[in-house]
């Protein structure tokens, strides 16, 4: 099991910038991906970044060179720095991370079969107005 608690959210004037963080505990070593999304009133939750270990990030063509996705080494904490904000960026921020597992029994059978599994936290919003 993995918990996520986001922070880092508030009120931004346009073209201001923020910095959103995401605290991850519990089986750490099982995640292989982390990824912000978030969502706006009325709309489908979007991936805004995302990082999968030992890969380079990617970004959604809105976050493309206005947004950064970074960890720490030790894979505890991820982050979101946000430059150039605009109106269309307010939204509630969520943080994901992915996991893969593998069962005790399907190893010693010599059949394992990963296990997929995504994790949420509650969302931080970020507002951009004036």
């Known amino acids: 099991q993995v918990q996520l608690v986001e922070s880092g959210g508030g009120l931004v004037q346009p073209g201001g910038s923020l910095r959103l963080s995401c605290a991850a505990s519990?089986?750490?070593?099982?995640?292989?991906?982390f990824g912000w999304y978030r969502q706006a009133p009325g709309h489908q939750r979007e991936l805004v970044a995302r990082?999968?270990?030992?890969?380079?990030?990617t970004y959604s063509d809105s976050a493309q060179g206005r947004f950064t996705i970074s960890t720490d080494n030790a894979k505890r904490t991820v982050y979101l720095r946000m430059n150039s904000l605009k109106p269309e960026d307010t939204a509630v921020y969520y943080c994901?991370?992915?996991?893969?597992?593998?069962?005790?029994?399907?190893?010693?059978?010599?059949?394992?079969?990963?296990?997929?599994?995504?994790?949420w936290g509650k969302g931080t919003l970020v507002t951009v107005s004036t």
């Open positions: 990082i999968n270990f030992g890969h380079s990030p």
């Open positions: 994901n991370a992915h996991t893969t597992t593998f069962r005790a029994e399907d190893v010693m059978r010599d059949k394992p079969i990963p296990y997929e599994m995504d994790y």
């Open positions: 519990g089986s750490v070593g099982s995640i292989n991906a």
